[in-house]
């Protein structure tokens, strides 16, 4: 089958077009009429760097770059958009393991209400993807950026931490033991969309999903915001399973939750007004939403900092420690 | 260094942002208004598949990423927006490789006015990028597809043929004697926008980009608006110096110039009364256009064929064979 056939074959396997989507794949371009304003993001998988065909199936790599891709435009408050995929294939990966991945994202977006408006497949030395979405919103400035956290802010996060840092523990050493729901965090998870846009119009302020972990996001945040972000150690919360799984393999469970990485939820700033009201609104979407910590004008270096309810730091990567002044 | 410390100096490196740029690189997306329709294609550049070091320079590697994913926008007929770029770079690249790579793609960016708006950059085992391209045009029905060839028009093709497949040989083949004109054509093709959005004022009905090669690229013509496409093997406008270098190679100068590939020249479909026009259009742009065929009804399966202008068929690879019909 060359690369035309297998094209169209992931064609038909794809979702109906959304409303702005006016030619999908297989021409020059994709042609879209947004109506309003657009969040565009770029992520990539690649094997060996951020999955492994040992522990992820195919139709999960698929399902997990697609996802990965979209929790950005979820942490913008958009509305999802359209997906433009490229996938770079080994030699020896057949039609059914590329059909396959296809079929992972393609559920995806259909989940989400994305559609898969183009692609590009070439040969690569190791599978990979590289997974371009975009979201809409009416207006630009119905977006929630990095930037806009103010001093007085209540710092929340949606969901649970530590899931998906835990079932990549799971997933690496069979010995441990642990529920299969740790392992789907790791593998699959939830960009979310509805969370974004209740946030979003609850009034968040600054906004980001968590990627890289809670302690190097919530710094991307200060960084942006020209803040200090201060978080509370003992309002963490943590995902069914995460203690156990920590004492179980002797590490730190905010480890997990704050430097693990990849549970994707939301990071958001919210004046304190609107935390009732954006509880609410995620509790109506079975999303429940924590208060975490504040927001304080930085008085140095804008930073983020993981504290006991005491006031100690705590000394988790990625976070900056409070180190005792020596005196001189 | 850091991703984030190379993200924040490649981004110096950018041009400024277009009008329809609200917010750039840095934040979980980008975020536009585009304010008509938007087109939007990816392409993919990767190591040993698509070029080799040994022949390329990264700052020439990083200009004909997005030079190849700009051509499909330009063969649309459309203006010129934003790029989002994938890199995946082997551990063995440093810094200064990676701003030489970065400093290419935004020297075609800056030339083409085009806008960086955001990217993403991961390891990977080979030197990799993925290319995701957006040009604008008022309306959707602006921008010229594949479909639109009708019976009685005229193809027509922008510049020269066969450079590139030329200059490929002479990057691979030392030996071989030939200008460096050649090589740049391999290296550095040119996104035709001005050419693209002056074929489709003009009023072309079919246009694509010659990628793969004007026989695979004519066929796309055939099959998407269900046509014969007659490609006149004795109009093919060579570039200077292929002939000489098929000679001296031992090739047929028709097998550079019509199944080579990779000369990103337009390809187009016009009605008669505007082949006259456009190639006024195109002249006053400084770039030939020349009439190498028309477009027929099929009357069997959509094809592309090339043809003597005495009516026998030349047998070059990806055009349709003209067999004499056998006796039963």
């Given at each position: 089958m060359g690369e035309f056939e297998l094209l169209a074959l992931l064609r038909e396997r794809l979702p109906d077009a959304g409303p702005q989507v006016r030619l999908g794949s297989g021409d020059d371009a994709a042609v879209t009429v947004p109506g309003g304003a657009v969040a565009t993001s770029v992520d990539a998988l690649v094997e060996g760097v951020h999955f492994r065909r040992e522990t992820a199936s195919l139709r999960q790599i698929g399902r997990k770059a697609m996802s990965a891709a979209l929790s950005d435009l979820a942490a913008m408050g958009a509305a999802p958009g359209e997906a433009y995929v490229w996938l770079g294939a080994p030699e020896a990966m057949d039609e059914a393991e590329?059909?396959?991945?296809?079929?992972?994202?393609?559920?995806?977006?259909?989940?989400?209400?994305?559609?898969?408006?183009?692609?590009?497949?070439?040969?690569?030395?190791?599978?990979?993807?590289?997974?371009?979405?975009?979201?809409h919103a009416p207006n630009a400035d119905d977006f929630v950026t990095r930037g806009g956290a103010r001093p007085g802010d209540a710092l929340v996060v949606s969901g649970e931490l530590g899931g998906a840092a835990a079932g990549l523990l799971l997933l690496e050493d069979p010995s441990l033991a642990g529920d299969d729901a740790l392992r789907a965090r790791q593998l699959d998870p939830t960009p979310r969309f509805a969370a974004g846009q209740a946030l979003a119009a609850a009034g968040a302020?600054?906004?980001?999903?968590?990627?890289?972990?809670?302690?190097?996001?919530?710094?991307?945040?200060?960084?942006?915001?020209q803040a200090l972000l201060v978080v509370d150690a003992?309002?963490?919360?943590?995902?069914?399973?995460?203690?156990?799984?920590?004492?179980?393999?002797?590490?730190?469970?905010?480890?997990?939750?704050?430097?693990?990485?990849?549970?994707?939820?939301?990071?958001?700033?919210?004046?304190?007004?609107?935390?009732?009201?954006?509880?609410?609104?995620?509790?109506?979407?079975?999303?429940?939403?924590?208060?975490?910590?504040?927001?304080?004008?930085?008085?140095?270096?804008?930073?983020a900092e993981l504290r006991r309810r005491g006031g100690e730091a705590v000394?988790?990567?990625?976070?900056?420690?409070?180190?005792?002044?020596r005196p001189r």
């Open positions: 590329l059909l396959e991945l296809g079929e992972g994202l393609a559920a995806v977006a259909t989940e989400t209400g994305t559609t898969i408006a183009g692609g590009d497949l070439t040969r690569a030395p190791v599978l990979s993807l590289a997974v371009t979405v975009t979201g302020t600054a906004m980001i999903d968590l990627s890289d972990g809670l302690a190097g996001d919530a710094a991307h945040i200060a960084t942006a915001s003992d309002a963490l919360p943590l995902a069914p399973g995460v203690a156990a799984l920590a004492a179980a393999s002797g590490r730190d469970p905010l480890e997990l939750a704050a430097a693990g990485g990849e549970d994707y939820e939301l990071l958001a700033a919210l004046p304190p007004a609107a935390l009732g009201p954006a509880q609410k609104a995620l509790a109506a979407l079975g999303t429940p939403l924590t208060a975490i910590g504040r927001v304080e004008a930085a008085a140095g270096r804008p930073r000394p988790i990567r990625g976070f900056d420690q409070l180190r005792p002044r």
